[in-house]
């Protein structure tokens, strides 16, 4: 009996030695280094961690797989990534929970302005630059853009090619491609150099739609729960100060991006700053997890089925939290 009562003890004090440790080191966030991620930078450059007492390190990354690499070797407590790696990492085992919206808006179907193409259902038998087969925006593409809005059957009817989206404009330019889904800044690049047109503006056709959201893993939210809340207050003020201050935010993304100069049609130079500009009349920030945001992440789900790239799905109670960012506002 004293040696059980003995173990019990070392375990419970090496638990709170552990849970001690872990608030004492910065909260470790992760985010995929994209323009619509933009408030987890200006929470950073603008102060708003400190202010809230908090220590960050943050981690901007390439992509949503190397984001899940770091949360599953336990290298990050929260992440900014996109919707359906969430809900398809959860049914493969790993597990998090969303607990505020980042951004909507920001995807487009472009193709070359002299295209004879004119509407998605001529997209039939064309080639399409997109991304890897069963990522977040090919969900988009498939499930939303070519299954719903052109009853085109993704895989057969039209020629998907997968490529960095910085690669795409320069394809369709050379007509490597006949058009092209893709994301800011990319479209404004595309359209401010005058040999581009807008085939289809995602947030035009859903206003508002969820994209980035701020996850945390389960231990995460056990062990730190005031740091949660400090982080989210963090972000409420960063998209707050997107919002309110967009000139001196679009300075700040241009530079953090290391945006360059385009040549427009009449052979003007376009500055980064304004180019940041031209993506917002398509993507803004957010952080409210409203009902129809979580109507569209079911829905995205149900693509994602269908399509193949997932059995089953979590339920929504499980997958969305939005106790934290509750807390945060008070």
Same mark, same amino acid.
């Given at each position: 009996?004293?040696?059980?009562?003995?173990?019990?003890?070392?375990?419970?004090?090496?638990?709170?030695?552990?849970?001690?440790?872990?608030?004492?080191?910065?909260?470790?966030?992760?985010?995929?280094?994209?323009?619509?991620?933009?408030?987890? &930078?200006?929470? %950073? =450059?603008?102060?708003?961690?400190?202010?809230?007492?908090?220590?960050?390190?943050?981690? *901007? !990354?390439?992509? #949503?797989?190397?984001?899940?690499?770091?949360?599953?070797?336990?290298?990050?407590?929260?992440?900014?990534?996109?919707?359906?790696?969430?809900?398809?990492?959860?049914?493969?085992?790993?597990?998090?929970?969303?607990?505020?919206?980042?951004?909507?808006?920001?995807?487009?179907?472009?193709?070359?302005?002299?295209?004879?193409?004119?509407?998605?259902?001529?997209?039939?038998?064309?080639?399409?630059?997109?991304?890897?087969?069963?990522?977040?925006?090919?969900?988009?593409?498939?499930?939303?853009?070519?299954?719903?809005?052109?009853? &085109?059957?993704? %895989? =057969?009817?039209?020629?998907?090619?997968?490529?960095?989206?910085?690669?795409?404009?320069? *394809? !369709?330019?050379? #007509?490597?491609?006949?058009?092209?889904?893709?994301?800011?800044?990319?479209?404004?690049?595309?359209?401010?150099?005058?040999?581009?047109?807008?085939?289809?503006?995602?947030?035009?056709?859903?206003?508002?739609?969820?994209?980035?959201?701020?996850?945390?893993?389960?231990?995460?939210?056990?062990?730190?729960?005031?740091?949660?809340?400090?982080?989210?207050?963090?972000?409420?003020?960063?998209?707050?100060?997107?919002?309110?201050?967009?000139?001196?935010?679009?300075?700040?993304?241009?530079?953090?991006?290391?945006?360059?100069?385009?040549?427009?049609? %009449?052979?003007?130079?376009?500055?980064?700053?304004?180019?940041?500009?031209?993506?917002?009349?398509? !993507?803004?920030?957010?952080?409210?997890?409203?009902?129809?945001?979580?109507?569209?992440?079911?829905?995205?789900?149900?693509?994602?089925?269908?399509?193949?790239?997932?059995?089953?799905?979590?339920?929504?109670?499980?997958?969305?939290?939005?106790?934290?960012?509750?807390?945060?506002?008070?």
């Amino acid at each position: 009996m004293i040696k059980r009562t003995l173990l019990a003890a070392s375990m419970l004090a090496l638990t709170l030695t552990g849970n001690a440790w872990a608030a004492d080191r910065p909260l470790r966030v992760g985010y995929v280094f994209a323009m619509a991620n933009a408030p987890a &930078l200006i929470a %950073d =450059k603008q102060g708003f961690y400190k202010q809230e007492g908090l220590e960050v390190d943050l981690r *901007a !990354l390439g992509d #949503g797989p190397v984001i899940q690499q770091a949360l599953a070797a336990g290298e990050l407590d929260v992440a900014y990534v996109g919707t359906p790696p969430v809900y398809q990492w959860y049914t493969r085992g790993l597990k998090s929970t969303i607990l505020a919206k980042v951004n909507y808006g920001q995807a487009a179907v472009i193709v070359g302005k002299q295209s004879p193409v004119q509407t998605l259902v001529d997209l039939k038998d064309k080639k399409l630059a997109g991304v890897k087969k069963g990522s977040g925006m090919d969900v988009l593409l498939r499930g939303y853009v070519l299954k719903e809005n052109a009853n &085109l059957n993704p %895989d =057969k009817d039209v020629n998907i090619i997968d490529m960095p989206p910085g690669n795409m404009n320069a *394809a !369709l330019d050379k #007509g490597i491609v006949d058009a092209a889904f893709t994301w800011e800044p990319f479209v404004s690049q595309a359209l401010l150099r005058g040999n581009s047109r807008v085939l289809l503006d995602i947030n035009q056709a859903l206003p508002q739609y969820p994209w980035y959201v701020v996850i945390g893993l389960p231990k995460t939210l056990q062990e730190r729960p005031d740091d949660v809340v400090k982080l989210l207050r963090a972000h409420r003020k960063a998209v707050d100060f997107l919002n309110q201050h967009p000139e001196e935010s679009n300075r700040i993304i241009a530079e953090a991006f290391k945006l360059e100069a385009v040549q427009g049609a %009449d052979g003007k130079t376009i500055n980064p700053v304004d180019i940041v500009a031209q993506a917002r009349t398509r !993507l803004g920030w957010s952080t409210e997890l409203r009902a129809k945001d979580i109507e569209f992440i079911e829905r995205l789900m149900n693509y994602s089925t269908d399509l193949g790239f997932m059995n089953g799905k979590p339920a929504i109670a499980d997958l969305v939290d939005t106790s934290y960012l509750e807390k945060a506002s008070r």
